[in-house]
C-alpha cells in the first residue's frame, strides 16, 4: 500500500527519524553476528593488487562519494580518482584497464550518473554500484551492485540513503584496508564497533530539535551561508550546503576551511553566518583559528562540535551544538544528521514546499 508520513509533518522529517534504523539494517546486512566481521559479496578485482579507482555521482550521492574517497584513499591507501557524473565523461581521463569504478545513486536511474557508468565500462573499469533501488537500470549493467537497506525514499532531498551510502562505502573501506593490509585488524574492530554504536548515537542526535531549531531561526532570517569543514567534514559542509540551498531556498556554499582567506572571507560580515562542523582531532586547531579569523570580520559563528571541542570553541560561537563523542572514522555519518535537521527546520520557518522543493525532481532522467 501507500507509504504515509506516520504522523511526521513531511516524508522528509519522517526520513530523517529513519537514520537510526537504516544505518543498522544496511550493516546487518554486510556484518556477519556470529564472527562480528564485515562480509561483502566476491569483488569483481583482487582488492590486494587493485591499482586506482574512481568514483562519480550526482548531487548528494556525490558528496558520499566524496567521503567515500577521503576513506579509501586514508585508510585503504587506494589511489581515486573523482568527479561529478556530469563533467567525468567529458573530461575523458585516461584509464589502465581492470581499475574500480565506483557509482553511487539513490535511484540507480540517474542519467549522468548511468551515462558515466557506461563510459566506465566502456573504458575497461570493473563497475561497482552502491544503490538504494536494486531492480535500476544502473543495477543491471554494474558488474557488482552493493545494496543498502534505506527503503523506499519519497522527499525529493535525500536523507537516510545518504547515510545507508556512507555505511556501505565504510564497510567497503575497512574490507579493503584489511585485505590490503592497510588497517590492523584492531583498527578495523575499532571502527566497526563504532558503526555498529552508531544508530544509537544518531538517536541522541534526533532529540536535539529545539537547539537545531535555534540555529534555524538564525539562518532563516539571512540571504546566505557559508558551510566550512576540513578533511572528512568538508564534503559533510558540502552535503550541508546542498541541502540548505535545495529545500529553503537560502543561499549557501561549503568551503575547505583552509581556503577561506583565498576568497570567501571577502564575503563575510554579520549578515553572512559561518556554519562550521568541528569534531574535536587533529584538525581542530587549524579550523578554530579559520574561524576565529571569520569571528574578527563581523562573522556569525555557529558550530557543531563534541564536548571537548565546545569548550574551546565557546568564547568566539554565537551558538554551539554539542554532539556525542565518537570515533573519528564515523564523525561523517555522525555529522550529517545535524545539518540535514538544519536545512529542515529552516525550511519549515520559510515555508517552503520541504517534500517536493521548487525546479527540483527526485530522480533526474535527462543528462
Ligand atoms: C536529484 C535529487 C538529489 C539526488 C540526486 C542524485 O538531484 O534531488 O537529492 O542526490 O538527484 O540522485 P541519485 O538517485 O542518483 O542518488
Known amino acids: 500500500g501507500a507509504i504515509g508520513k506516520d504522523g511526521y509533518r513531511h516524508y522528509m522529517e519522517k526520513e530523517l527519524h529513519e537514520h537510526p534504523v537504516v544505518i543498522g539494517q544496511t550493516l546487518r546486512r554486510f556484518v556477519n553476528p556470529v564472527t562480528h566481521k564485515i562480509e561483502l559479496p566476491d569483488m569483481p578485482f583482487d582488492l590486494k593488487t587493485l591499482k586506482r579507482g574512481i568514483i562519480t555521482a550526482c548531487g548528494s550521492a556525490f558528496y558520499?562519494?566524496?567521503?567515500?574517497?577521503?576513506?579509501?584513499?586514508?585508510v585503504?591507501?587506494?589511489?581515486?580518482?573523482?568527479?561529478?557524473?556530469?563533467?567525468?565523461?567529458?573530461?575523458?581521463?585516461?584509464?589502465?584497464?581492470?581499475?574500480m569504478g565506483l557509482l553511487v545513486s539513490q535511484s540507480g536511474e540517474t542519467a549522468d550518473t548511468l551515462a558515466a557508468l557506461r563510459a566506465l565500462k566502456q573504458a575497461g573499469q570493473n563497475i561497482i554500484s552502491v544503490l538504494n533501488n536494486e531492480h535500476?537500470?544502473?543495477?543491471?549493467?554494474?558488474?557488482?551492485?552493493?545494496?543498502?537497506?534505506?527503503?523506499?525514499?519519497?522527499?525529493?532531498?535525500?536523507?537516510?540513503?545518504f547515510t545507508a551510502q556512507l555505511t556501505v562505502l565504510a564497510c567497503l573501506t575497512l574490507v579493503m584496508g584489511q585485505e590490503r593490509g592497510t588497517i590492523t585488524s584492531e583498527y578495523a574492530d575499532e571502527c566497526l564497533t563504532a558503526l555498529l554504536d552508531l544508530p544509537s548515537r544518531v538517536a541522541e542526535i534526533l532529540?536535539?530539535?529545539e537547539q537545531i531549531q535555534k540555529m534555524a531561526h538564525i539562518i532563516s532570517q539571512v540571504q546566505s551561508v557559508i558551510y566550512l569543514g576540513r578533511g572528512i567534514m568538508f564534503p559533510v559542509a558540502m552535503e550541508g550546503a546542498l541541502k540548505l540551498k535545495e529545500i529553503s531556498y537560502i543561499h549557501a556554499d561549503a568551503y575547505a576551511a583552509g581556503e577561506m582567506k583565498h576568497g570567501p572571507i571577502a564575503l563575510i560580515d554579520?549578515?553572512?553566518?559561518?556554519?562550521?562542523?568541528?569534531?574535536?582531532?587533529?584538525?581542530?586547531?587549524?579550523?578554530?583559528?579559520?574561524?576565529?579569523?571569520?569571528?574578527?570580520?563581523?562573522g556569525r559563528i555557529l558550530v557543531f562540535t563534541d564536548a571537548k571541542g565546545a569548550e574551546r570553541v565557546k568564547g568566539i560561537a554565537e551558538q554551539i551544538v554539542i554532539l556525542p563523542t565518537v570515533h573519528s572514522f564515523v564523525t561523517p555519518p555522525l555529522y550529517t544528521v545535524p545539518v540535514q535537521m538544519l536545512a529542515y527546520e529552516a525550511a519549515l520557518l520559510k515555508g517552503t514546499d520541504v517534500d517536493q522543493p521548487r525546479n527540483l525532481a527526485k530522480s533526474v532522467t535527462v543528462e
Open 76 to 99: 585503504a591507501r587506494l589511489p581515486i580518482d573523482l568527479d561529478v557524473a556530469s563533467e567525468m565523461r567529458y573530461r575523458n581521463p585516461p584509464f589502465d584497464k581492470g581499475g
Open 136 to 161: 535500476s537500470s544502473m543495477a543491471r549493467e554494474s558488474d557488482l551492485v552493493l545494496g543498502m537497506d534505506a527503503g523506499v525514499e519519497i522527499a525529493v532531498a535525500s536523507t537516510k540513503a
Open 207 to 209: 532529540q536535539m530539535q
Open 270 to 298: 554579520n549578515t553572512v553566518p559561518v556554519i562550521s562542523l568541528l569534531p574535536s582531532g587533529s584538525l581542530f586547531e587549524k579550523t578554530l583559528s579559520n574561524l576565529q579569523e571569520a569571528k574578527a570580520r563581523g
Open 64 to 74: 558520499a562519494g566524496v567521503i567515500g574517497r577521503y576513506w579509501l584513499e586514508e
